[in-house]
């Protein structure tokens, strides 16, 4: 059948240039971003960022960002907006941390309830901005105030008026799950490297960099499934389509509301993924957990190439998206600049974005 | 009437339909044949959008009958009617604009290849299969990849009316489909529409424009508030006598003096 179709080929057409199909990706735009940041550093920064350490050091922080951003950018390519995912971090963190260690339950139980309950949350989300027909944005704005105000009425009862809940580091100890979900990976091979001198290592020989922290793992894992689910499978064509045109794509038979409160939930698993991994990380929970992080995990999606009227855009560009923002974030600190520019470079680097992808669209859609 | 030994695919009965304590239908009947074209006339408000949504499973009737294909039937939503095989091109086309031709060709319906977890989109089945249909229709795609908001507007509506062939449509519901079109890409649009009668399908054509209508109908039913004016055959009635139909008669038999038969 292929034969077919491509043995046709119609002399009007002239072949595409690479470079004009890349322009076409949602995600160029990311990419053309990590890049220029890069020579950013390459050129201001001790050469200590680039090193195996100083990599880790800002992928680390991109990673924590980037599993909300692609929850988020999945979200806003169908249509809607989830401003509650920063307190949602929270309030799955305090859930978390009472599973563990308040009630004492393993992390076989806890971590499983922790994303039911996160599910829930983001399905009462979904089914409100779905029944009432109202912006998403206004309705995950109550739930920002909803969620932080809960998670300190929560922190304080939970622990008798403090707002912040520790020992979770004792109450997971020897916990088999724990290795997959806080700590490094592969440090035996870091080592064996280290040994070979193919890495950095102390003068005791032991490596510099003890392993990779597991997030990073998580979140290629998640970036390259929500890519697969997106491109390659029908539900991810529902998603583009219902962030398209909703009302087109419910005519066409696709499951709209089914798809955006899935999306919901889906998003607020990824807050209390990033939520589980940083408790267990730091040992406790706090109510300031995940503050501004909806802003920053939006931004990261845009730069990655989501439009704000949903329907296109990419994981893959969140992914990079967030690589941007933890070298912006900790590359400053590299530099000798004021590290409070940070905030400068990341509306600047939105602003650009959003001028890009707007133009990028019109290209695609060939909009006059 | 119509020829008694073809059975007709949709046969609508006396459909009525109230919004609250509006009446939009009141006593509407309709059938349509396998391998015709059945014009459906009638000026704005006449009902003609809220007839086709009750056909297509958008709308329930208040009262009235719907038979397919001799059964009755009633459809709880779009996707009930698209399964009996009754599609419907809306006036918007159910067409993203951002998404590609072979996405939007298989929105709600991806052919997948694989098992359990790893049922996935066959997207290169999908795209040889999008290619081949448009050319079927004469449209020959820059490629499968190629954004619907770079086609035309005939070309939109051919994506949509070959969409719902492919996936076996017995009866075809076109809302409307050349009333934002040029002359060249109407006459596509016709042309279409003719090849997709040849097949043995049922098409539904809404229009108000009396022209179009009889440039490819092949029966016709007038809609005016509410209410059937009648249904005539090719070459029983003139264009004078569908136009006066459709705007509920004299006003515009005297309006059509002063503009010399222009509308």
């Known amino acids: 059948m292929g034969d077919i179709a491509q043995s046709v080929a119609d002399e009007r057409i002239k072949e595409e240039p690479f470079l004009t199909r890349l322009m076409k990706r949602p995600e160029l735009g990311a990419l053309a971003g990590v890049v220029l940041v890069t020579i950013f550093f390459a050129i201001t920064a001790d050469s200590a960022m680039f090193t195996l350490s100083g990599i880790l050091n800002f992928m680390t922080p991109a990673a924590q960002l980037g599993i909300l951003a692609i929850g988020a950018a999945m979200l806003m390519i169908g249509g809607e907006f989830d401003l509650s995912i920063g307190s949602m971090v929270a309030f799955a963190g305090l859930f978390f941390g009472v599973c563990v260690v308040t009630w004492g339950l393993p992390l076989i139980v806890s971590i499983p309830l922790t994303f039911i309950f996160a599910a829930g949350v983001g399905a009462i989300n979904g089914t409100i901005v779905i029944r009432s027909g109202l912006p998403s944005f206004i309705v995950t704005l109550a739930f920002l105030f909803i969620l932080r105000g809960l998670s300190l009425v929560g922190l304080k009862i939970a622990t008798g008026g403090s707002t912040q809940l520790r020992g979770v580091r004792d109450a997971i100890e020897g916990d088999p799950l724990a290795p997959f979900f806080s700590g490094d990976a592969f440090s035996g091979l870091f080592l064996k490297l280290a040994e070979l001198g193919i890495i950095d290592s102390f003068k005791n020989g032991s490596p510099k960099v003890s392993g990779l922290p597991v997030e990073i793992l998580w979140y290629i894992a998640i970036a390259l499934i929500a890519t697969y689910i997106l491109l390659r499978t029908s539900i991810g064509n529902w998603i583009f389509a219902t962030g398209g045109d909703s009302n087109a794509a419910s005519n066409s038979g696709v499951p709209v509301k089914k798809v955006k409160v899935a999306l919901f939930m889906v998003t607020a698993c990824c807050a209390a993924m990033v939520a589980i991994i940083t408790v267990m990380d730091t040992g406790s929970t706090d109510s300031r957990r995940g503050f501004m992080k909806e802003f920053e995990a939006i931004i990261a999606a845009v730069i990655g190439g989501c439009l704000l009227t949903g329907g296109y855009g990419s994981a893959i560009g969140a992914f990079f998206g967030s690589v941007i923002f933890g070298m912006v974030v900790i590359g400053l600190t590299y530099t000798d600049f004021d590290q409070d520019w940070f905030q400068v470079f990341l509306g600047a680097m939105l602003l650009i974005a959003v001028l890009f992808n707007n133009a990028i669209r019109k290209r695609v859609t060939g909009e006059r | ?263």
């Open chain 2, 1 to 263: 009437m119509s020829d008694q030994s073809v059975k007709p695919i949709v046969e609508m009965k006396n459909i009525e339909k109230h919004f609250g304590n509006i009446i939009a239908l009141a006593g509407v009947s309709f059938n349509i044949n396998p391998g015709e074209c059945h014009c459906l006339l009638g000026d704005n408000g006449a009902g003609k959008s809220t007839f086709i949504k009750t056909m297509s499973g958008v709308h329930k009737p208040t009262k009235g009958e719907i038979f397919f294909e001799g059964k009755p039937m009633s459809f709880n939503s779009p996707r009930d009617s698209m399964e009996a095989g009754i599609a419907t091109v809306f006036q918007d086309l159910a067409m993203i604009p951002l998404m590609s031709v072979t996405r939007n060709f298989f929105m709600g319906r991806e052919p997948t290849k694989g098992k359990g977890i790893f049922k996935r989109f066959d997207i290169d089945f999908a795209n040889s299969v999008c290619m081949e249909e448009m050319r079927k229709m004469g449209i020959n795609l820059r490629g499968p990849d190629q954004a619907v908001g770079t086609l035309s507007g005939g070309e939109r509506q051919t994506v949509a009316i070959a969409r719902a062939v492919y996936f076996g449509a017995k009866v075809l519901i076109l809302d409307e489909p050349t009333s934002a079109l040029g002359v060249r890409q109407t006459s596509n649009v016709l042309a279409t529409i003719d090849k997709v009668r040849n097949q043995g399908i049922g098409v539904v054509f809404i229009s108000h424009n009396v022209r179009h209508a009889l440039a490819v109908g092949d029966r016709f039913t007038v809609l005016n508030r509410g209410k059937t004016l009648g249904t005539a055959q090719r070459g029983e009635i003139t264009p004078e006598e569908l136009q006066d139909m459709m705007a509920g008669g004299q006003q515009l038999a005297s309006l059509e003096g002063s503009l010399g038969g222009t509308v």
